[in-house]
């Protein structure tokens, strides 16, 4: 399972960017598709998620500013960010949960996007 990310870039404070990922490979059904970000010196930290039934969750730093959306079948996910903030500069990674038959849950990560947003 390969997950390739797209979208991020610099952009000015206010500014908006659309990152986009897309899972390929023998994926079985993902339960669950995340957004992480990690700034410099930083843990890496949820963002958004987004269930199999499209149900949502966001971190309190971003709640009102990102939407995070996904097309089940061209098995992508999206994070819309507007408002952007300096402090919303990090490395986004893309993740997802997946379960196959026979098979126990399994986590993939992307390689990361940077996102930077200047002041």
């Known amino acids: 399972v390969q997950l390739q990310a797209s979208g991020g870039g610099l952009v000015q404070a206010g500014g908006s960017l659309r990152l986009s990922c897309v899972a390929s490979?023998?994926?079985?059904?993902?339960?669950?598709m995340n957004w992480y970000r990690q700034a410099p010196e930083k843990q890496r930290e949820l963002v958004a998620s987004?269930?199999?039934?499209?149900?949502?969750t966001y971190s309190d730093s971003v709640k009102g500013r990102f939407t995070i959306s996904r097309d089940n079948a061209k098995n992508t996910v999206s994070l819309q960010m507007n408002s952007l903030k300096p402090e919303d500069t990090a490395i986004y990674y893309c993740?997802?949960?997946?379960?196959?038959?026979?098979?126990?849950?399994?986590?993939?990560w992307g390689k990361g996007t940077q996102v930077t947003v200047s002041s």
């Open positions: 987004i269930s199999s039934q499209s149900s949502t």
């Open positions: 490979g023998k994926i079985g059904s993902i339960i669950v």
């Open positions: 993740n997802i949960l997946t379960v196959r038959p026979g098979e126990g849950a399994m986590n993939y």
